[in-house]
Every structure is written in C-alpha cells, then in structure tokens.
C-alpha cells in the first residue's frame, strides 16, 4: 500500500490565512435540474419555469440557489471536513451570481479562525467559503466552522482567533440578480397569492407536508453534489450500521416542503446562521415549519426581502426548539436563518 | 400558525363551468429525458434516438408522450385531487403536440361536471385538464374524474352534471406530429419486425418482463413531475404506514415493458379509458400484457393506429380481469385503453 | 398469448460470422452526465469539469468512457446475454472516440468464436461489439464472452473455434483522444499531485472509501444503459429473491472509488481483461484497490498511459484475490485489467 490517498487535513494542518484551493471544478446542467426535482419537491417557479424567469426579467431559469451550495461546499468537503466531528455552523453567507446551465464551478476556502479546544484533541476551524464560476465571478460565499480532530494530540495549539462574524446579512448588503423584476408577478401561476406584505415578522408557519427519507435518494444527492463524507455511504463506518443524511439534504427538503405556505420565497440569496441540530437517517420522515423574522426592501422594481426561519422536524409537534436544558429538542433536525426575495 | 398553505380544494369548491389555473409552469429538459429512461426500462426507438426520428420526419427526439402527461397530470393535483378520495377515470384524451426538450408546460382544468354521492360526505368530479406549452400551443388534453371529499357534510349539493364522454377517441381525430413517416422505418433499429398488419384485434401479448418497486424510485418520478399528493411520500399518512405508488408510475412502467411485443408501438396519440384498478406498493413486481383492440389508418404516410388494453398486475398468471362479482382481480394493478402509432 | 416477444438467443442460433445489428440507438446527454454523478461517486476533472476538459486540449467535457462501455454493452445484452448464465470475460477492449451530449451510439456484434461445453447444454460464444455514433464513427470495440444454453440439447454442436485474443491491448494501439495535452495539466484541481512517474509497476492504492449499495440506485443505472437482463430487475426471478447487480455498475463504482489515489488516471482507454469474481447485491459495501501493472508513452503531449489492475470487494481485508483452489475469494466481486490515460 502507497500513501497516495486522501485522509483529509487535521486540525493542525490548517493555519489562519491559508487559502485552500478545492479540487475538481464542476460543469452543472440541464441534468443537475432535473436531478433536483426528482430529489426534493422544489416547486418555486422561479426554479421550475424558464417562461416565469423571463417574465420576472431574467434570461432564464436559473438552477436552484441550493444547487450552487451544495456544489460549493461539497467541494470543501475533502479539505474541510473529511476529519470534522461536528458542523457547528453558518454565518454571512451571500448568493453573488446566478448559476446557469453549463456554467463551472470552483471553490476556494480560506482559513479565517483557529481555536484548539481545552480537550486538546480537536480543534474548531473557520473558513471563508468562495465559489466561482468559469469567468471567475464569485457566486457564493459564506462562513463556515467545524469541529475537527488533531492528527497529533501533542501538537501544539494555534494562536486563538475567533472571528467577528455579523449575527444577520445586512438586508442592504443582499445582492438582488442584475434585472430581477417582480412588478409584473403572476401569483396565480406562482402558486399562491401571499405577497410580503402579508407577512409580519413573528408568524409561523406550517407547511403541513412530510417525506420519508430513503439511503437511495440522499446518497443520489450527496454524490450529484461530489460531497465525499465517508458516513453518508458507507454503512459500515458506524457501528449502528446507519449512514448519516448529509445535513445539506434537510436543508433542501425543508426548503422544498416550505413551499406550501412560502411559494412566493423565490429565492435564497442570504443564508444568516444555521444550525444541523440532530442527524437525521433513512425511514425519518422530514416536515419543517417556517417563521418570518424580518421583512427589508431592495432596489429591485417590485423584490422584497423576508428573512426567515427554516426548522426541519423528524417528529413531534409544536415548533419549540430547545428543552429546558437549552438544547434542542431530539426531533428538530435543522434551524437554518436566511433571505429570500419575495414579491412585494 | 398562519393559514397561508394550501389545504386543497373539497367538493363544494368546485362549479361547473369553473376553470383553474394550475400553479407552477415547468420547463423540461434532457435531464427528465435521462430520467425517464432511469426510472422506466422505456426502449421505444422514436424516443431514445435522435437520429431514429430524424429518419422518421421529426426534427429529433420528442419527450416521452407520458412526460407530458405525468407534467400537465401533475401541476393538476394541488387543485383537483389533493383530498381525493379515488381517482376513479380517464376519458377523451389525446396528444396534440410533442414536447421538447426546452418547452414550458403548464396546465388548466375546467370542471365539466358534478356529482354529490348519496352518502352527502364525498362528490365525483370531472374535470378536463388541457397543459399548454410556453407558444399557447395545447400539448395534451384528457379528461379525468375522482371522488373528491366534502369540507362539509350540509353544504347543499350542487345540480348533478354527468359529462357525456366518448368510449373512445375516434381514429380521425387522433393527431399525428406533423411530418412523421414511417414508410422508410428501421424494424431492425427499431428491435422488433412486427407491423400493423401483423397484429390482430382479440390478440394477447404478455410481455414476459417484471419490475420490482422501490420507494425512492417511485418517490422521484412522482417528485419529477412535482405531484404532491401526501400519500406518494409520507410514510406516516396511511395507518399501514405504506406509501402509495402514483398510478401514474405504473402506467409508465406496464407501457415499458409493453416494449417487448409492442417494440413499434411508437407514440402514445389517444387515451380512451384507464382504471388504477388496486393500489401499488413498493415491494410489489409489476408485469404486464396487452390485448390488441383495433386497428385504424392515419392520413400519415406509413402510419397507422392500434388501440391496446394494457394491463399492469402485481402476481397472478392468465389474463382474466375481474372476478365473479364484476370486481378487478386484487392482482390487477392498471387497466388503461389507449391509441399508439405504428409502421403499417 | 402470441409469440411476439423476444426470449433472447439461445447457442445454436449464433454462426460463425454473424453480424447482429442491436436494437434501440440511443441519443445521450447531459441528463446522462448528470445521473453518471449521481449514482457513482465519479470525480475525475476532465469529466467533471468543461474548462478542466478545454485546458486539455478539448472543445468540451466528454461523457465518463465508463456511459460509453454500458450504452454498447446494453444495445447487446437482448442479443447476446439474455440467456447467458455466465459473463466469462472481456479482452481487446478500446475506446477509439469520445462520446459527447448530443451523440447517438449504436451497436453491433460479430460472433467471432464458438465451443459448445462437453456437457451439451451450454456453450461459449465470444464476440466482438463496436459502438458507433451517429457519423458513422466507431467509439468504443471489445471482445466478450459469455456461456449460453441451448434451447435443444440435441442440437448439433457447432465446429469450435476459438478466437486468439490478445492478453493485453498494446500500448502503441491505445487512440488518444485527438487534441488531448496535458503539457498545462493543473494538479491542484485535479485533486492529486501525482503524475505517472510517481507510479511504479507492482504498486497498490488502497482506494480507503466504501459505499453500500441500493436496490434503486443499480436498477436506476442499469435502466439508464437500457440493459434487458431480467436478474437485475426482478425479485421473482432468483429463488433467493435477491436481484442480481449488473457487473458494470460494480465496474463504474469501483473505478469512481479509484479517484482516491489515482485522480489523475483520467481516461480509460484500453480494456485488457475482466471477471466479475463474485455477485454483488443490494446491501454490499463495495470497496477498490488498484496495483499498477505497466506505464507506457503515448504520442500525445504530456500524456502517458497507465494500466492498473482495479479489484472491486465487498468486504475482507488485504489484497489477495485468490485462495489455495485458484478460485476468487468470495469478497472479491471484480478483477479488471485497462489502460488510462495520466499527465506523465
């Protein structure tokens, strides 16, 4: 046996300002869409139809906005997080570009936090995540930190750096897609007829549907998107025989199934916070329920900005999250903060 | 909560007369070609060549005919059979025009009759659902009718309107994609020699070939087509915990496997009648035979029409459909009455 | 029930000589690309990425060789293994143009050998298949051969011959794709800094990654090459109830794995030889390793060729394939023998 194979890096193979260049860049087309539909129940018909696009004063359907994340960030996988014991959050994510039919992705990571744990065994890594696309316009960026082992327990601890990273994405700091028009909205066609205005910050809502999840269907998702983790297709890695759903498959589903309720959330473009707050496995079936947090303007004719609570649930009712303990209760799956446009 | 998602419709929302804009226009691709040919052993030449339908007068490969029907079927159940309670048949159905990769599909229902059952608490529905593609051109147009459940049980009946329907769709009034010609058709291409004139009405093909179900492969042609009736995907909705297969996932199946004896039984142009006779699970395997039920002429060169029953069942051998008592077999999964073209 | 179908072909229906033309051509596209990454964990750049494939030297990403090999090899299976009881072996096996969206591939045969078993009831038949593309150009020619019953044991047995296959494609034979250079290669993209002088003939690369396998992730891919053998599709048809997963997907999984250790062996060129050791069924995790067997030149700029033993297994330890008995091990499921192309 030769050493020529990818183990992934340890906590001290990062240092802070290093930038990681993620291999193998990604043409994403025509298939990658279908491919999201048959996945998820996407039906925002921003994502679904090039004529409701053009009417909305785009040149086309642009692939879903999760589609881009998930290829950016499964491209981090190998250099990121293929030792992380956890995936502790999210912050300052922007959608920058639209990503079209036949456009290539790459990914870049740079290191912007270090801080080893008392443990002295893991450490926590924060990276500033950027994809670009084949004319090296960025698409997406967003903060990311993660729980990972050392190599070495005796290795000495990086200097501590914590970065300062913004609770929410300023509403005025969201990039709108260059011609995005809603002021000609077909809300009949869209799907229902909730503009933001009839949103105010505090409501919830339930989106009522549920899926039950099957290995062939995240595993199918988790590889379209050359996410690599070990424990999403190897049911011998634990040793309760079970693969674990890649996190980015609840956040999909969820966003999916908030349709029914948030049909008009056409698309993310700020991703705040988020949090993975138990595994989820095959046979779960995934329900989620939505609350509006803030509503913002645009410069965009007719584009608003609502900012929301997504939380995907395996079970149980109600929408508190977290015991009395603080932790959160063992059915909420995913407590993610982001934007979307919506028609005003 | 927020009473902001869709509920679907009961029967004392529907009027004669009445005509329902389907939500979410959906734009088709290669990738849901690809798919079809994932999901389904579908072999007909006409719809995995190109150049086989170039050599046939099209200017390439038009989508599966039953894309377009799962399509407009599809963007139809949010409105007409989300609280259906039996989908109980199909009637005057007929391909106007093909899709291709790159239209938009969207789809209207008018309600064409009404029926209050005795019991006071369900209604039968009919509707004729017409999908459009994004040039205002009308691609398909069947009618269908389900047992839909009342809100409330005093709401009045409405004047009961039984739609006249034709038993069949008349061979004139089928439509021929314009400049198909099978006088220079490839039977060895094409993988079988029989013409029109070899197959005789009364005559039975069993297809031979069986197909066991998966969930998640009937959970994402169902998805593909954005059919968000609950019972396809929550395992949590029956109290068998059973997810129900859509019955249009076994039309797509039986009419695959119908390849083998039917191999030029090209384009799917008329749907007569169809009854999804016994519900379908994963686990199940799905065979089917057809019966030839006539022969027509088209004013296509080389072109004519045979009408099939094509019959889905789970077990069971022989050919016999229904019991002493009139009622389906409970191996009968699918009875469907439909026209295809085929080299004369 | 009328004899229509098609039950394959049994020994004595092949000749000597015989050119069977396979049935169904089939158009690929992007959709294909994108379920190719969807049900392999395939991330070798120059199919992955279309700028990736440009700084190459080509005008676009081609299709995975390995959606080239499965299109022709499933055009024959109708013809050539419906009734086969074993796939013995491969030899001869080149890839002689790229496949790329929007090609049609069909295929041929030539029985080019025959020897019917002492035991009178099956025989080998060996023959030569070439894919060919709409312009008429051959892609891809391989010599396989499988045992086949015989309808009649009382058939007389045909002359034997058998042909003299080469024990491995000569390196000066291997086409290179016309343009390919890889004078400009980018290693860091790629994902492996090795290039082919960093490899060395007896060497072996434990590929580290397992993926288990579904039920509908094989049938998916197996429909997708539109390949007919009932084993795959059908839980009635083994007394076990198991299905069978066709040799090729173990084939394209274990290549995929090889990624780990091998990112820059980028193309399959040559295919020497090849068992399919063991079955493979739903629930297997399927690992790989690969010992380099020869490196050769080519006379393309920067480009070298690679030819790697690839063993597919389904658990065990260790690299040995064989026991005492000459027999594979039973955790052994693919032994192949091909010819890549790598940045020298």
């Known amino acids: 046996m030769t050493g020529k194979t990818n183990h992934g890096r340890f906590f001290e193979d990062y240092a802070l300002g290093q930038v990681i260049v993620h291999a193998v860049p990604r043409t994403l087309g025509q298939g990658e869409r279908a491919l999201y539909h048959a996945l998820y129940p996407a039906r925002h018909s921003l994502h679904s139809s090039d004529e409701f696009a053009r009417a909305s004063g785009l040149s086309a359907s642009p692939l879903d906005d999760l589609v881009a994340f998930h290829t950016v960030f499964g491209k981090s996988v190998p250099d990121i997080s293929l030792n992380a014991v956890a995936n502790l959050g999210y912050a300052e994510g922007r959608w920058l570009a639209s990503v079209w039919p036949g456009d290539t992705i790459a990914s870049t990571s740079e290191v912007i936090g270090l801080k080893q744990n008392s443990n002295g065994r893991t450490g926590v890594v924060w990276v500033r995540t950027t994809g670009r696309n084949q004319d090296g316009i960025d698409v997406l960026s967003y903060v990311r930190w993660v729980m990972v082992r050392k190599r070495d327990p005796e290795a000495p601890a990086p200097e501590t750096v914590v970065p300062d990273l913004a609770q929410v994405v300023a509403p005025e700091s969201l990039v709108v897609p260059r011609g995005l028009d809603f002021t000609g909205y077909d809300f009949a066609l869209a799907g229902e007829p909730h503009r933001l205005s009839d949103y105010a910050p505090g409501e919830i809502i339930d989106h009522v549907d549920g899926v039950t999840v099957e290995e062939a269907e995240h595993m199918m998702a988790t590889r379209l998107w050359q996410n690599t983790a070990k424990v999403h297709f190897d049911a011998t890695n634990r040793e309760d025989g079970r693969r674990l759903v890649y996190g980015g498959h609840v956040i999909s589903l969820a ?74 209760h063992p059915h909420v799956l995913l407590d993610l903060d982001y934007w979307a446009l919506m028609p005003v």
């Not at 939505?290 to 995907?312: E, F, H, M």
Request: proline share 3%; aromatic share 6%.
């Open 255 to 328: 966003r999916a199934l908030s349709f029914n309720g948030l049909a008009n959330a056409q698309m993310i473009v700020g991703l705040n916070a988020g949090a993975h707050a138990n595994p989820c496995f095959s046979g779960d079936t995934v329900r989620a329920w939505s609350q509006v947090l803030d509503i913002a303007k645009t410069g965009s004719p007719g584009v608003g900005a609502i900012r929301l609570r997504l939380v995907a649930t395996k079970a149980g009712n109600g929408t508190e999250l977290r015991g009395a303990d603080g932790k959160y």
